[in-house]
């Protein structure tokens, strides 16, 4: 049975870190291509960061590339996502996706002063 755990949200000020954790099981990390996607409130769910499934090609949205970082831990079987520099835009609830169509349940980012 394929999950994924989330975890690693919460509130920082802007301009702080946070790192998001993607626990996967049912099946290898590495095997499938995995996404972060965000939601904000009244907005529609957008893509954030790809990891490929081969290799370490990485995709990231012009609104992130430069402060987000997305890798994994093959031997953790999680993904990550780094976030650096954080502004108010990137409050969200943040998911974790494993091609074809597998989500996690999210963890809520809050970046506030």
């Known amino acids: 049975q394929v999950q994924l755990v989330e975890s690693g949200g919460g509130l920082v000020q802007p301009g702080g870190s946070l790192r998001l954790s993607c626990l996967v099981s049912?099946?290898?990390?590495?095997?499938?291509?995995m996404s972060w996607y965000r939601q904000a409130p009244g907005k529609e769910r957008e893509l954030v960061a790809t990891i490929a499934s081969i290799g370490k090609s990485t995709y990231y949205s012009d609104s992130v590339k430069g402060r987000f970082t997305i890798f994994r831990d093959n031997g953790k079987n999680t993904v990550y996502l780094q976030m650096n520099s954080l502004k108010s835009e990137d409050t969200a609830v943040y998911y974790c996706k494993a091609w074809p169509d597998y989500w996690g349940q999210g963890t809520q980012v809050t970046v506030s002063s």
């Open positions: 049912g099946f290898t990390v590495n095997t499938k291509h």
